[in-house]
């Protein structure tokens, strides 16, 4: 491992002969809805499916961590950053989204509301409740993005990822497993996914959908993107009732506070820093412990 480390060169011209374009020190504020947290040691958004091969295998022989950023609606960087790589599946070749009889085939970069809307312009059903969430179709099926109304891990009917060996693999049927915000979908690259909808009025469709969206908009924080979900919902019950009853809806640590009108997110000011947020969200899952004994499990992924 010693002898691995004296070959990485301190800068990007480690992938100079790869074709790709690698960027190093990359600040990771830019690329998270929260807008903290430090740099990554370096940062690539592949065109197509051969580059994103060739850095794969090329972090792999070099031992440098890898991972994987879609939205970022759902992540926490640390002050220290990333010292590895930050890859985005940002390219078009990534973003496709294709209506084909009743299924939906989507890429991991598309937007998950781009692939809703295209759903339910073709008249399909099953995901339309999901039209409120932020972030990708990579991110939403890693965490079986969802929520009263249902996930996508339900519509899923296979999901194409790439392997640590930059080979790719199509998963389908019990390879799967989704439960409520999780996926068995975090040892891979998620490349794309096959969704297998039903046949509705795209006029029907349309109406439920824009229904879903007020009340989502009526749900979460407005007017601001530097938020973040806390905690995932317990079963029976919300985050947001629970963190309220605790008295921990007006709780604040340094730049980072409870959006009290929408109590299971945090909302940042300017200055914040990753760890106002980290401790932030510590410090409401122990209030609620402490006053009525349940143990919230937290929605945002702290890196
Ligand atoms: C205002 C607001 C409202 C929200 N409402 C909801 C809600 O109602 N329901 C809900 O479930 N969530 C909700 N969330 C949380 C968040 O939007 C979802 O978890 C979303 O699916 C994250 O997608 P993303 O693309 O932003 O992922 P990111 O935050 O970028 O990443 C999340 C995880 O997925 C991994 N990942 C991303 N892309 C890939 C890929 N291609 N391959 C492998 N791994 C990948 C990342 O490494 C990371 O581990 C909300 C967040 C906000 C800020």
């Not at 002969?17 to 958004?45: K, N, Q």
């Not at 509705?200 to 908009?217: F, H, P, Y």
Request: proline share 4%; aromatic share 4%.
């Amino acid at each position: 491992m010693k002898q691995l480390a004296k070959q990485i060169p301190a800068d990007a011209t480690l992938f100079d002969d790869l074709g790709l374009t690698v960027a190093s020190r990359e600040p990771l504020a830019h690329h998270t809805w929260l807008g903290v947290g430090g740099e990554a040691r370096y940062f690539c958004e592949p065109v197509d499916i051969d580059a994103l091969s060739r850095l794969v295998i090329r972090a792999r022989e070099t031992g440098i961590a890898l991972r994987m950023i879609g939205g970022g609606s759902n992540i926490l960087i640390p002050t220290a950053g990333f010292d590895g790589m930050i890859v985005r599946l940002s390219a078009p070749a990534f973003s496709t989204i294709e209506v084909r009889n009743t299924s939906v085939i989507a890429g991991a970069g598309a937007k998950l509301v781009h692939v809703v809307c295209a759903a339910v312009q073709a008249g399909l059903s099953g995901i339309e409740t999901l039209v409120g969430i932020p972030g990708t179709i990579g991110g939403a099926l890693v965490g079986n993005a969802g929520g009263h109304g249902g996930d996508l891990g339900e519509s899923v009917k296979e999901v194409t990822v790439m392997l640590p060996t930059g080979q790719l693999a199509v998963r389908r049927g019990t390879e799967l497993a989704f439960q409520s915000r999780w996926s068995n979908l975090d040892d891979c690259i998620v490349i794309g996914c096959q969704l297998d909808l039903d046949e509705d009025s795209a006029e029907l469709l349309t109406k439920r959908m824009q229904k879903q969206w007020i009340v989502g908009r009526s749900e979460q924080p407005s007017g601001t993107r530097t938020v973040a979900m806390m905690f995932k919902d317990p079963h029976g019950t919300s985050a947001e009732s629970l963190i309220t009853q605790a008295g921990a809806k007006d709780l604040r640590v340094g730049e980072a506070m409870v959006y009290a009108a929408h109590a299971n997110y945090v909302v940042v000011f300017p200055k914040c820093s990753s760890d106002d947020v980290r401790l932030l969200v510590e410090l409401v899952r122990s209030k609620v412990r402490e006053r009525l004994g349940v143990e919230l499990t937290p929605q945002i992924e702290v890196w």
